[in-house]
Protein backbone atom coordinates (compact mmCIF):
# COMPACT_ATOMS: atom_id res chain seq x y z
CA UNK A 1 0.00 0.00 0.00
CA UNK A 2 1.63 3.15 -1.12
CA UNK A 3 1.79 6.63 0.96
CA UNK A 4 -1.20 8.06 -0.42
CA UNK A 5 -3.30 5.20 -0.10
CA UNK A 6 -2.75 4.99 3.68
CA UNK A 7 -2.91 8.79 5.15
CA UNK A 8 -6.08 10.50 3.79
CA UNK A 9 -6.44 13.70 2.52
CA UNK A 10 -6.24 16.59 5.87
CA UNK A 11 -9.84 17.80 6.33
CA UNK A 12 -9.94 21.53 4.99
CA UNK A 13 -9.37 24.34 7.78
CA UNK A 14 -13.03 26.24 8.87
CA UNK A 15 -13.79 29.17 7.26
CA UNK A 16 -12.49 32.02 9.84
CA UNK A 17 -15.21 33.81 11.64
CA UNK A 18 -16.43 36.70 10.99
CA UNK A 19 -14.42 39.36 12.43
CA UNK A 20 -16.20 41.45 15.87
CA UNK A 21 -18.56 44.09 15.08
CA UNK A 22 -17.17 47.27 17.98
CA UNK A 23 -20.73 46.99 20.53
CA UNK A 24 -21.22 50.73 19.67
CA UNK A 25 -21.26 49.97 15.81
CA UNK A 26 -23.24 47.03 16.48
CA UNK A 27 -25.87 48.59 18.63
CA UNK A 28 -26.49 51.38 15.63
CA UNK A 29 -26.39 48.44 12.91
CA UNK A 30 -29.36 46.99 14.73
CA UNK A 31 -31.32 49.52 15.56
CA UNK A 32 -31.08 50.58 11.43
CA UNK A 33 -32.04 46.86 11.10
CA UNK A 34 -35.11 47.67 12.51
CA UNK A 35 -35.69 51.31 10.97
CA UNK A 36 -35.31 49.02 7.87
CA UNK A 37 -38.30 46.60 8.57
CA UNK A 38 -36.54 43.74 7.12
CA UNK A 39 -33.15 41.88 7.17
CA UNK A 40 -30.12 43.84 6.76
CA UNK A 41 -26.81 42.32 5.29
CA UNK A 42 -23.73 44.64 5.43
CA UNK A 43 -19.53 44.02 4.64
CA UNK A 44 -16.89 47.09 4.65
CA UNK A 45 -13.71 46.46 3.93
CA UNK A 46 -11.26 49.08 3.86
CA UNK A 47 -9.13 48.37 1.04
CA UNK A 48 -5.88 49.63 1.90
CA UNK A 49 -5.56 48.01 5.07
CA UNK A 50 -7.96 44.87 4.91
CA UNK A 51 -9.89 45.47 7.47
CA UNK A 52 -13.20 44.13 7.42
CA UNK A 53 -16.87 44.92 9.09
CA UNK A 54 -19.58 41.93 8.68
CA UNK A 55 -23.27 42.26 9.46
CA UNK A 56 -25.10 39.17 8.29
CA UNK A 57 -22.12 38.99 5.80
CA UNK A 58 -22.93 35.21 4.89
CA UNK A 59 -26.15 35.60 3.80
CA UNK A 60 -27.87 35.66 0.50
CA UNK A 61 -29.61 38.44 -0.51
CA UNK A 62 -31.43 39.18 -3.91
CA UNK A 63 -29.31 41.30 -6.35
CA UNK A 64 -31.83 42.86 -7.56
CA UNK A 65 -30.04 45.50 -10.31
CA UNK A 66 -26.28 45.11 -8.58
CA UNK A 67 -26.37 42.21 -11.00
CA UNK A 68 -25.85 44.93 -13.66
CA UNK A 69 -22.43 45.46 -11.88
CA UNK A 70 -20.78 41.64 -12.34
CA UNK A 71 -22.75 42.10 -15.90
CA UNK A 72 -20.89 45.11 -16.73
CA UNK A 73 -17.32 43.69 -15.78
CA UNK A 74 -17.82 40.49 -18.31
CA UNK A 75 -18.69 43.15 -20.93
CA UNK A 76 -15.64 45.11 -20.23
CA UNK A 77 -13.37 41.71 -19.96
CA UNK A 78 -14.76 41.42 -23.83
CA UNK A 79 -14.25 44.66 -24.86
CA UNK A 80 -10.19 44.25 -23.57
CA UNK A 81 -9.71 41.10 -25.16
CA UNK A 82 -10.94 42.71 -28.45
CA UNK A 83 -13.82 40.60 -29.04
CA UNK A 84 -16.39 43.18 -28.24
CA UNK A 85 -15.54 46.67 -29.39
CA UNK A 86 -17.59 49.95 -27.25
CA UNK A 87 -18.68 51.51 -31.01
CA UNK A 88 -20.44 47.69 -32.26
CA UNK A 89 -24.09 48.75 -32.59
CA UNK A 90 -26.56 46.24 -31.15
CA UNK A 91 -30.62 46.79 -32.20
CA UNK A 92 -33.02 46.49 -29.68
CA UNK A 93 -36.60 44.83 -31.00
CA UNK A 94 -39.84 45.83 -29.56
CA UNK A 95 -40.11 42.53 -27.45
CA UNK A 96 -36.94 43.22 -26.11
CA UNK A 97 -38.01 46.32 -24.24
CA UNK A 98 -37.80 45.75 -20.92
CA UNK A 99 -40.74 46.26 -17.81
CA UNK A 100 -39.36 47.99 -14.70
CA UNK A 101 -36.73 51.19 -15.37
CA UNK A 102 -36.20 51.74 -19.32
CA UNK A 103 -34.80 54.61 -20.84
CA UNK A 104 -34.02 52.60 -24.09
CA UNK A 105 -36.24 51.89 -26.33
CA UNK A 106 -36.26 49.72 -29.62
CA UNK A 107 -34.10 50.60 -32.32
CA UNK A 108 -30.40 50.57 -32.94
CA UNK A 109 -28.04 51.36 -30.21
CA UNK A 110 -24.00 50.85 -29.05
CA UNK A 111 -22.47 48.64 -26.61
CA UNK A 112 -21.30 51.91 -25.18
CA UNK A 113 -24.16 53.61 -24.27
CA UNK A 114 -25.81 50.20 -23.46
CA UNK A 115 -22.93 50.49 -20.69
CA UNK A 116 -23.71 53.79 -19.83
CA UNK A 117 -27.61 53.33 -19.35
CA UNK A 118 -27.20 50.35 -17.48
CA UNK A 119 -24.71 51.75 -14.84
CA UNK A 120 -25.88 55.64 -14.64
CA UNK A 121 -29.30 54.58 -15.21
CA UNK A 122 -29.89 50.74 -14.48
CA UNK A 123 -31.73 50.46 -17.29
CA UNK A 124 -33.20 46.88 -17.76
CA UNK A 125 -33.10 47.01 -21.26
CA UNK A 126 -29.82 47.55 -21.64
CA UNK A 127 -29.09 44.75 -19.20
CA UNK A 128 -30.13 42.44 -20.79
CA UNK A 129 -29.16 43.08 -24.29
CA UNK A 130 -25.65 43.31 -23.01
CA UNK A 131 -26.13 39.96 -21.41
CA UNK A 132 -27.28 38.23 -24.61
CA UNK A 133 -24.22 40.36 -26.52
CA UNK A 134 -21.96 38.08 -24.20
CA UNK A 135 -23.38 35.19 -24.40
CA UNK A 136 -25.77 34.86 -20.78
CA UNK A 137 -24.72 33.46 -17.35
CA UNK A 138 -21.87 31.57 -18.60
CA UNK A 139 -19.31 34.60 -19.03
CA UNK A 140 -20.32 36.34 -15.79
CA UNK A 141 -19.63 33.18 -13.89
CA UNK A 142 -16.68 32.68 -15.39
CA UNK A 143 -15.53 36.63 -14.70
CA UNK A 144 -15.89 36.19 -11.03
CA UNK A 145 -14.64 32.75 -10.66
CA UNK A 146 -11.05 34.71 -12.93
CA UNK A 147 -11.74 36.92 -10.07
CA UNK A 148 -11.12 34.53 -7.06
CA UNK A 149 -15.03 36.57 -6.13
CA UNK A 150 -17.78 33.52 -4.10
CA UNK A 151 -20.66 34.44 -2.74
CA UNK A 152 -22.67 35.76 -6.17
CA UNK A 153 -24.75 33.79 -8.42
CA UNK A 154 -26.18 35.33 -11.91
CA UNK A 155 -28.15 33.39 -13.65
CA UNK A 156 -31.51 34.98 -14.89
CA UNK A 157 -31.91 38.10 -17.36
CA UNK A 158 -33.62 40.99 -16.02
CA UNK A 159 -36.61 40.40 -17.71
CA UNK A 160 -36.81 36.70 -16.24
CA UNK A 161 -36.18 38.01 -12.71
CA UNK A 162 -38.80 40.86 -12.63
CA UNK A 163 -41.60 38.31 -14.21
CA UNK A 164 -40.85 35.51 -11.79
CA UNK A 165 -41.10 38.39 -8.67
CA UNK A 166 -44.34 39.15 -10.38
CA UNK A 167 -45.83 35.79 -10.44
CA UNK A 168 -46.20 35.68 -14.04
CA UNK A 169 -46.39 32.33 -15.63
CA UNK A 170 -43.15 31.34 -17.93
CA UNK A 171 -42.10 33.21 -21.26
CA UNK A 172 -42.27 31.37 -24.76
CA UNK A 173 -39.05 29.41 -24.81
CA UNK A 174 -36.14 31.64 -26.15
CA UNK A 175 -37.35 34.52 -25.12
CA UNK A 176 -38.86 36.90 -22.08
CA UNK A 177 -41.51 39.17 -21.80
CA UNK A 178 -41.80 42.38 -23.26
CA UNK A 179 -42.64 45.51 -20.74
CA UNK A 180 -46.00 45.95 -22.73
CA UNK A 181 -46.24 41.98 -22.65
CA UNK A 182 -45.36 42.08 -18.73
CA UNK A 183 -47.57 44.85 -17.54
CA UNK A 184 -50.96 43.34 -19.40
CA UNK A 185 -50.37 39.76 -17.74
CA UNK A 186 -49.46 41.39 -14.43
CA UNK A 187 -53.20 42.24 -14.32
CA UNK A 188 -54.06 39.06 -14.27
CA UNK A 189 -52.47 38.22 -11.29
CA UNK A 190 -54.24 37.71 -7.77
CA UNK A 191 -52.21 39.72 -4.99
CA UNK A 192 -52.35 36.36 -3.09
CA UNK A 193 -50.33 35.20 -6.15
CA UNK A 194 -48.15 38.11 -6.39
CA UNK A 195 -47.20 38.15 -2.41
CA UNK A 196 -46.54 34.41 -2.79
CA UNK A 197 -44.19 34.54 -5.95
CA UNK A 198 -42.11 37.41 -3.92
CA UNK A 199 -42.04 35.14 -1.58
CA UNK A 200 -40.35 32.78 -3.45
CA UNK A 201 -38.25 35.32 -5.01
CA UNK A 202 -36.59 36.56 -1.88
CA UNK A 203 -35.36 33.01 -1.39
CA UNK A 204 -33.80 32.06 -4.73
CA UNK A 205 -30.56 31.36 -4.36
CA UNK A 206 -30.15 32.69 -7.72
CA UNK A 207 -29.19 36.20 -8.56
CA UNK A 208 -28.58 36.46 -4.96
CA UNK A 209 -25.13 37.39 -2.96
CA UNK A 210 -23.70 37.56 0.27
CA UNK A 211 -22.63 41.23 1.75
CA UNK A 212 -19.24 39.56 1.69
CA UNK A 213 -19.04 38.70 -2.05
CA UNK A 214 -19.93 41.82 -3.25
CA UNK A 215 -17.55 43.85 -1.33
CA UNK A 216 -15.04 41.41 -1.95
CA UNK A 217 -16.19 42.37 -5.72
CA UNK A 218 -15.71 45.66 -5.31
CA UNK A 219 -12.11 45.70 -3.77
CA UNK A 220 -11.01 43.72 -6.91
CA UNK A 221 -12.57 46.28 -8.91
CA UNK A 222 -11.23 49.39 -7.54
CA UNK A 223 -7.40 47.58 -7.45
CA UNK A 224 -8.42 46.83 -11.15
CA UNK A 225 -8.17 43.26 -11.19
CA UNK A 226 -9.56 41.97 -14.71
CA UNK A 227 -9.82 44.90 -16.30
CA UNK A 228 -7.70 47.53 -18.47
CA UNK A 229 -7.11 50.98 -17.46
CA UNK A 230 -9.22 52.20 -19.44
CA UNK A 231 -12.09 49.64 -18.56
CA UNK A 232 -11.42 50.33 -15.28
CA UNK A 233 -11.90 54.02 -15.50
CA UNK A 234 -15.24 53.65 -17.15
CA UNK A 235 -16.79 51.50 -15.20
CA UNK A 236 -15.83 53.56 -12.00
CA UNK A 237 -16.89 56.94 -13.99
CA UNK A 238 -20.23 55.77 -14.80
CA UNK A 239 -20.72 54.37 -11.46
CA UNK A 240 -19.58 58.14 -9.64
CA UNK A 241 -22.73 58.77 -11.68
CA UNK A 242 -24.83 56.35 -11.52
CA UNK A 243 -28.63 57.71 -10.56
CA UNK A 244 -29.65 58.39 -6.98
CA UNK A 245 -28.07 60.11 -3.65
CA UNK A 246 -30.34 59.18 -0.78
CA UNK A 247 -28.70 55.34 -0.28
CA UNK A 248 -24.88 55.03 0.68
CA UNK A 249 -24.02 59.09 -0.25
CA UNK A 250 -27.00 59.75 1.41
CA UNK A 251 -25.29 61.27 5.28
CA UNK A 252 -21.99 61.01 3.91
CA UNK A 253 -20.11 64.63 3.95
CA UNK A 254 -20.66 66.40 0.89
CA UNK A 255 -18.65 65.96 -2.34
CA UNK A 256 -17.55 62.76 -0.69
CA UNK A 257 -16.81 60.16 -3.66
CA UNK A 258 -18.79 57.38 -4.35
CA UNK A 259 -18.82 55.06 -7.23
CA UNK A 260 -22.00 52.89 -6.77
CA UNK A 261 -24.66 50.41 -8.16
CA UNK A 262 -28.06 50.26 -6.32
CA UNK A 263 -31.10 47.35 -6.94
CA UNK A 264 -34.80 47.93 -6.10
CA UNK A 265 -37.32 45.06 -6.28
CA UNK A 266 -40.07 44.79 -3.88
CA UNK A 267 -39.29 44.69 -0.64
CA UNK A 268 -35.57 44.14 -1.42
CA UNK A 269 -33.37 47.36 -1.14
CA UNK A 270 -29.33 47.60 -1.98
CA UNK A 271 -26.92 50.16 -2.82
CA UNK A 272 -22.98 49.14 -3.19
CA UNK A 273 -20.15 50.57 -3.96
CA UNK A 274 -16.57 52.05 -3.48
CA UNK A 275 -16.87 55.07 -0.87
CA UNK A 276 -13.36 57.56 -1.11
CA UNK A 277 -12.05 58.78 2.44
CA UNK A 278 -10.12 61.73 3.32
CA UNK A 279 -6.85 60.78 3.85
CA UNK A 280 -7.13 59.13 0.31
CA UNK A 281 -7.99 55.57 1.20
CA UNK A 282 -11.06 53.62 0.35
CA UNK A 283 -14.14 51.46 1.84
CA UNK A 284 -15.93 48.65 0.23
CA UNK A 285 -19.27 48.65 1.06
CA UNK A 286 -22.08 46.57 0.46
CA UNK A 287 -25.64 47.25 2.08
CA UNK A 288 -28.66 45.19 1.45
CA UNK A 289 -31.97 44.87 2.72
CA UNK A 290 -34.50 41.98 2.04
CA UNK A 291 -38.14 41.39 3.41
CA UNK A 292 -38.75 45.07 4.35
CA UNK A 293 -42.28 46.16 5.20
CA UNK A 294 -41.40 49.76 5.05
CA UNK A 295 -41.79 52.52 2.79
CA UNK A 296 -38.53 52.82 0.31
CA UNK A 297 -37.20 56.30 1.24
CA UNK A 298 -37.35 54.37 5.52
CA UNK A 299 -35.17 52.26 3.38
CA UNK A 300 -32.77 53.86 1.77
CA UNK A 301 -32.44 56.09 4.95
CA UNK A 302 -31.32 52.79 7.07
CA UNK A 303 -29.04 52.35 3.81
CA UNK A 304 -27.38 55.90 4.63
CA UNK A 305 -27.39 54.92 8.14
CA UNK A 306 -25.16 52.00 7.38
CA UNK A 307 -22.78 53.96 4.96
CA UNK A 308 -22.49 57.23 7.61
CA UNK A 309 -21.32 54.42 10.57
CA UNK A 310 -18.77 52.44 8.52
CA UNK A 311 -17.24 55.97 7.04
CA UNK A 312 -17.03 57.01 10.66
CA UNK A 313 -15.58 53.63 11.87
CA UNK A 314 -13.04 53.53 9.31
CA UNK A 315 -12.13 57.16 9.39
CA UNK A 316 -11.69 57.51 13.45
CA UNK A 317 -14.54 59.33 13.80
CA UNK A 318 -16.69 57.54 15.96
CA UNK A 319 -20.13 59.41 15.64
CA UNK A 320 -22.16 56.58 15.73
CA UNK A 321 -24.08 57.75 18.67
CA UNK A 322 -25.64 60.45 16.33
CA UNK A 323 -26.35 58.66 13.44
CA UNK A 324 -29.80 57.90 14.12
CA UNK A 325 -30.79 61.50 14.94
CA UNK A 326 -29.94 62.06 10.99
CA UNK A 327 -32.58 59.68 10.36
Avoid at 34 to 44: C, E, K, P, Q, T
Avoid at 201 to 227: F, I, K, N, S
Amino acid sequence: MGRAERDPAPAALPAPPPPAVPAALDSVLRGLESDAGGVLGVAGIHIESGRRIEWNGSELFPMASVVKLPIALAVLERVDAGRLALSDTIRIAPQEVRPGRSLQGAGPVTVSRLLELMLRESDNTAADALFAVIGGPGPVRDRLAALGVDGIDVSRTEGRMLSDWAGLPPPPVGRDWSGTEFYRLLDGVPPAARRRAAATWAADPRDAATPVGMADLLARVHEGAGLSAAGRRLLIGHMRRSYGDTRIPGLLPANTPAARKSGTVGATTNDVGIVSLPDGTHLALAVFIKSSDRPLAERERAIAGVSRALYDHFTGLRRWGIVRIYL
